[in-house]
Antibody
Framework: QVQLQESGPGLVKPSETLSLTCNVS?????????WGWIRQFPGKGLEWIGN???????HYSPSLKSRVTISVDTSKNQFSLRLTSVTAADTAVFYC??????????????????????WGQGTTVTVSS | AIQLTQSPSSLSASVGDRVTITCRAS??????LAWYQQKPGKPPKFLIYDVSNLESGVPSRFSGSGSGTDFTLTISSLQPEDFATYYCQQFNNFQLTFGGGTKVEIK
């Protein structure tokens, strides 16, 4: 059974960098799928942050692209999120997810997406001094 | 970016009711449209992929339909465990967006 577990500080000061890691168990990241980060603001909807493939290929939300870096460590079977220059508006529950689908080209340039079929339990990050 | 607008934002219904939730895209999208159910304090649960295909284990009272810009999630006979918030989500060129959510409450 595939499981995802987020870890990282629950409190970050304004202007600093938020760093989270997602540990994947029950499946090798190197075997395939895209992996990603989603956040949910208090009492509100869901926002996509970005995706990564085991090759290191990334895609980011245009609204966050200047502040976000997602990386992967296949040796540890985990991937990570860095969000710089945080403000109170970044306070949210952060989820790591698996993007179920398949590559329809050799370099995975095209991905047939099914859905976000595995979610971590989520970790609350509060931005406050 | 493609925007998804869900309606209604909330609804009240009784056990046994037929419930329909609409998701409208700002432009035509492919079949990469999914639906999720979320209960308080839990991550979303994957329900439907490719517009109308049920994820394994999802009860058959859930169904999805639509094409182009208009999509629907239908619960044929609402059960007590179905009271939750539902989200649509699309994937296009590796960019994802979610609808704003529809909260299904007990009447």
């Amino acid at each position: 059974q595939v499981q995802l577990q987020e870890s990282g500080p629950g409190l970050v000061k304004p202007s600093e960098t938020l760093s989270l890691t997602c540990n994947v168990s029950g499946y090798s990241i190197s075997s395939g799928y895209y992996w990603g980060w989603i956040r949910q603001f208090p009492g509100k909807g869901l926002e996509w942050i970005g995706n990564i493939y085991h090759s290191g290929r990334t895609h980011y939300s245009p609204s966050l692209k200047s502040r976000v870096t997602i990386s992967v460590d296949t040796s540890k079977n985990q991937f990570s999120l860095r969000l710089t220059s945080v403000t109170a508006a970044d306070t949210a529950v952060f989820y790591c997810v698996r993007l179920n689908g398949f590559c329809s080209s050799g370099n995975c340039y095209y991905y047939h997406f099914y859905g976000l079929d595995v979610w971590g339990q989520g970790t609350t990050v509060t931005v406050s001094s | 970016a493609i925007q998804l607008t869900q309606s209604p934002s909330s609804l009240s219904a009784s056990v046994g009711d037929r419930v329909t939730i609409t998701c409208r895209a700002s432009q035509g999208i492919s079949s990469a449209l999914a639906w999720y159910q979320q209960k308080p304090g839990k991550p979303p649960k994957f329900l439907i992929y490719d517009v109308s295909n049920l994820e394994s284990g999802v009860p058959s009272r859930f169904s999805g339909s639509g094409s182009g810009t208009d999509f629907t999630l239908t619960i044929s006979s609402l059960q007590p465990e179905d009271f939750a918030t539902y989200y649509c989500q699309q994937f296009n060129n590796f960019q994802l967006t979610f609808g704003g959510g529809t909260k299904v409450e007990i009447k």
